[in-house]
């Protein structure tokens, strides 16, 4: 059993910048694929980020390239979502979540059968 626990979303302004951290546990860490997603209210869940177990070619939503970097630590069992230039519309909660079956887990939530509790991430315009 793979536990995920999320911190660092909170209140900031337009334009600036947070990082979400998730650390895993319960598996090694390397054997992970990771993803980031967020849920706005009155909306559907939807893929921000996701990286392989490898770490190569992370793969973004469009509304995010070039603004959020995914990342991960090995040596801290650790996935990281780095949050620049934020805009109002990336208001939401947002949600680490892991697979340990596939190399990549992708765009598809249904892909990642490990899931955190989820942090508020609120962007004042």
């Known amino acids: 059993q793979v536990q995920l626990v999320e911190s660092g979303g909170g209140l900031v302004q337009t334009g600036a910048s947070l990082r979400l951290s998730c650390a895993a546990s319960?598996?090694?860490?390397?054997?992970?694929?990771m993803g980031w997603f967020r849920q706005a209210p009155g909306k559907e869940r939807e893929f921000v980020a996701a990286i392989s177990r490898s770490g190569i070619n992370p793969e973004y939503r469009d509304s995010v390239k070039g603004r959020f970097i995914i990342s991960r630590d090995y040596g801290q069992n650790t996935a990281y979502l780095h949050m620049n230039n934020l805009k109002h519309e990336d208001t939401a909660v947002y949600y680490c979540?892991?697979?340990?079956?596939?190399?990549?887990?992708?765009?598809?939530?249904?892909?990642?059968?490990?899931w955190g509790q989820g942090t508020q991430v609120t962007v004042s315009s």
């Open positions: 979540a892991a697979d340990s079956n596939k190399y990549y887990g992708g765009t598809n939530p249904t892909n990642y059968e490990y």
């Open positions: 319960g598996r090694a860490f390397s054997t992970l694929t």
